[in-house]
């Protein structure tokens, strides 16, 4: 009996080891500042006309690992695609915080999301205006990525980015622009993804194999105390 639930549990074990990452709807949320040189036109962020510079700026992009086309290696985790190809991307939706106040995006257009093993986590979208000026958002952090995009993490470390928004019924008027310095990087686990298939989890494959073992072990157990009459 316990060298049938050791071996199970064993064998439970080597199977946890060895699962891969299941595809998820994961947050990404950049932390830092504004730097100089950025401005509110529309007072989009407050009062019109307004300088953007030095104020505290969080960005975050929620995304689906498995959506859109791309590959996943041992180095490289990467998604791309949007409605501009007749498709999807990674990038569900998307937030830009500056100095408390919240701008929700859609970049549906076009989005990639990437995790680069030991590199870098980035993230960027765009959306067409009537002018065929493209309002975008962007996010990049270095630091020793995990190659995975379903992998939840936090991390300090230096990285950059950018907000270009236009107004979306005119032609090439900007409405507010910015660039971002960020000194920070959390990556949390939202929810399972829609396409991901029906996986039992962990746990769930644990107790399955400890509960063959078991089973095993009665049937053995009951072919020596009852043989089967030939």
């Known amino acids: 009996m316990r060298t049938a639930s050791l071996a199970a549990l064993a064998a439970a074990g ?16 950049f932390y830092g500042s504004t730097p ?5 036109y529309a007072g989009v962020f407050g009062a019109p006309g ?3 510079a030095y104020k505290s700026a969080t960005v975050s992009f929620t995304y689906d690992s498995e959506r859109g086309d791309g590959f996943t290696t041992p180095t490289d985790d990467f998604r791309v695609g949007g ?18 106040v919240d701008l929700d995006l859609d970049l549906s257009h076009y989005s990639y999301a990437d995790s680069y093993g030991g ?12 002018g065929n000026n493209d309002s975008s958002l962007s996010a990049l952090v270095y630091h020793d990525a995990p190659a995975d995009l379903s992998a939840p993490f936090f991390v ?20 507010a622009e910015t660039e971002f310095e960020f000194g920070g990087l959390e990556v949390t686990y939202v929810g399972p993804s829609p396409g991901a298939a029906a996986v039992p989890e962990p746990a769930a ?10 089973a095993g072990h009665v049937i053995r157990r009951r072919q020596v105390l009852y043989p089967i009459a030939m």
Do not use: C, H, N
């Open 14 to 29: 080597a199977m946890l080891a060895a699962a891969p990452a299941e595809a998820a709807i994961m947050m990404a949320t």
């Open 36 to 40: 100089y040189g950025g401005y509110d």
């Open 50 to 52: 307004q300088s953007l």
């Open 83 to 100: 409605t501009m190809w007749g498709g999807v991307g990674p990038i569900l939706s998307a937030k830009v915080t500056i100095d408390g």
């Open 119 to 130: 590199e870098w986590t980035w993230l960027f979208g765009r959306t067409p205006t009537a």
């Open 156 to 175: 300090y470390a230096y990285g950059s980015g950018a907000l270009q928004l236009y107004k979306p019924d005119s032609w090439g008027e900007m409405l």
């Open 205 to 214: 494959w644990a107790l399955m194999i400890a509960g063959f073992g078991l």
